[in-house]
């Protein structure tokens, strides 16, 4: 590896880890845990610009114009389908702060990102030969045999040292159908814990973990709509609050992030956390401030927020009997804009 730590300067399977994991194990563009052997690296600024459009860009960020585009402050983990998505030709710039934030997160990291490189040299001969088997491509058959033999002795080596490393978090998708018709994937990502929290839920009490998440999310989307349109409604305009029609959903994602388990008397209680992220339009009426004229307006609204509900389950319950507690939002932050439709004079 040379003295500088960049794209493309030595070992980028080294590179790509640290920055995996320096932004939390989740793809930077979609935000979403993401399996290591799912992540590629990105440049923020494309390293496939034209030289003219990548001085362009650079003026437009504020970045100097020396501003090397390997560098750890232009690179970021993203996963294959967003990879895919944001591929050549098909890259959006338009949304500046959105690209600026990221800018600024990449910068934050940095410092990390070079030390941790530079860290992993020193230890290169057996970081390396980890980092390999722990993507090796186990369609291979001889691959497979050989990671079943050794990959155990590892992990044991591994819980000796410390135990509380040996954890990893699995990431499945539960396709369900909510009311309107709305298709969604949601994302389980559950270390150790939650793991043997769902094998308690589905194989002991016999409870249907998708029917479960397929209620909750339902609920959830319910409850995002009613705050929006409450949201909307308290927007201050020139003749006081207007009057809002139901929100419609266009964006959702649903994730949930843990699952607990604990003993409460004779039952046992489930608690599911997860946040989400939405966007809505609902159309807004409101009269002029002197009563002659009705403004029609479009309200539209981004949120974010995490939540958690309960599902508890006694132990001579039947499947049926399981108690399932109301979902609760806990954190919220809306996000509102209005733009004018249209105006009819009422005179
Ligand atoms: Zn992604």
Known sequence: MGDKVRYGSGNDAVLRWVLYNAWGQRCYWCERPTDFNAIQIDHLLPKDARKNNLDDLKRAYGLPNDFDIHDPAN?????????????????????????LGRFETAREHRDTVIQQV?????SMGIAEHLLAAGQADLHDERVRTAFVEHAPAIIQRLA?????????????????????????SIGVSLNAHGRAAAQILENMCRIDLERVLEERADELVGQIREGVREALEAIDGPAGPPTAGPPVVDFIRIDIDSLGYQNVGAAVEFTFHGNFESSMAASLAQTSPDGSDLLELQGDAVVFGTFSFVVSWHFSADPADAYTGECVIEDWKPDLSTTLASWRSSS
């Open 160 to 184: 000796l040292v410390d135990e509380t490393k040996v954890d990893f978090l699995t990431i499945w998708y539960v396709d369900v159908t909510l009311e309107d018709e709305i298709q969604l």
């Open 118 to 122: 530079r860290t992993f040299g020193a």
């Open 75 to 99: 690179l970021a983990p993203i996963c294959i389908p967003c990879n895919g998505r944001r591929g050549k030709g098909n890259r959006v710039y338009a949304a500046v702060p959105l690209i």
